[in-house]
């Protein structure tokens, strides 16, 4: 996305772990974002991410920010 002109900001979780969803609210109170991406699984690690939980919780802090997740890797369904 950086390359294409927009500024990103990344929250990142430590190797094998998930993202703090309270980090991701802080983050998100702090100023208006037009989207917030992640992956469901880290094929690396194998970790799922809390999906639901974490765009609950873009939605409860900042509704109109887009969620998009990346999902190729998961079974979802």
């Known amino acids: 996305m950086e390359h294409?002109?927009?500024?990103?900001?990344?929250?990142?979780?430590?190797?094998g772990g998930v993202p703090d969803l309270e980090q991701v609210k802080a983050e998100l109170s702090k100023e208006n974002y037009k989207i917030v991406t992640f992956?469901?699984?880290d094929t690396s690690t194998g970790v799922l991410s809390p999906a639901k939980e974490i765009a609950k919780a873009v939605k409860e802090v900042s509704p109109k920010t887009l969620v998009y997740l990346l999902a190729q890797s998961s079974n979802l369904i």
Do not use: F, L, P, S
């Open 39 to 41: 992956t469901h699984v």
């Open 4 to 15: 294409y002109g927009a500024e990103v900001k990344q929250i990142k979780a430590a190797i």
